[in-house]
């Protein structure tokens, strides 16, 4: 697959391991406002182990630059805008997250960059295990390398 854009609209799919793709999830709203909601067993197929955000990038700020072995994660910009560039090692794509209805769902073995953060972007991570440094591969090389011996 070629590189390509999502903004809500077709899921592009990489991954030959598990495939990114985006998630409608479930949205609950009234003259009151909206409400997400995201249930292990329902929205995802993963039990939520860790959660965090980020907040404040500046402005052309870069984040992820990573791998990981086994993690899957679920990512949701719940304000504002940014894109994750993701590479399963043969296909690249890129994902746009710009509403808290929508999340960006990443299975294992795929390198991930996160740019292009708008203003006052907070980011959500719902990942389906504790922290392990040993998960990662923070080097582009080696993992290019084992996500191709694994096709």
């Known amino acids: 697959m070629n590189s390509s854009s ?3 609209g077709g899921s592009p799919t990489v991954g030959r391991v598990e495939p990114c793709h985006i998630i409608d999830l479930k949205e609950i709203s009234d003259q009151r406002g909206h409400l997400c909601v995201v249930q292990s067993g329902k929205e995802i197929d993963f039990d939520i182990k860790r959660a965090y955000y980020m907040y404040g990038m500046p402005e052309g700020a870069a984040r992820g630059a990573h ?5 899957r994660q ?5 304000h504002g805008r940014f894109e994750v560039v ?3 090692g043969f296909s690249q794509a890129t994902f746009v997250l710009d509403h808290p209805s929508k999340g960006l769902y990443m299975g294992p073995m795929v390198w991930r960059d996160m740019i292009n953060f708008a203003p006052g972007t907070v980011g959500l991570w719902l990942v389906s ?3 392990d440094e040993g998960d990662y591969y923070r080097d582009r090389e ?3 390398r084992d996500a191709r011996a694994l096709a």
């Not at 791998?67 to 993690?71: A, E, I, M, T």
């Not at 679920?74 to 719940?78: L, Y």
């Open 86 to 88: 993701v590479d399963d």
């Open 67 to 71: 791998g990981h072995r086994r993690l």
């Open 142 to 144: 080696e993992f290019l």
């Open 129 to 131: 295990d504790v922290y």
């Open 74 to 78: 679920i990512i949701i910009a719940v």
């Open 6 to 8: 999502n903004a809500g």
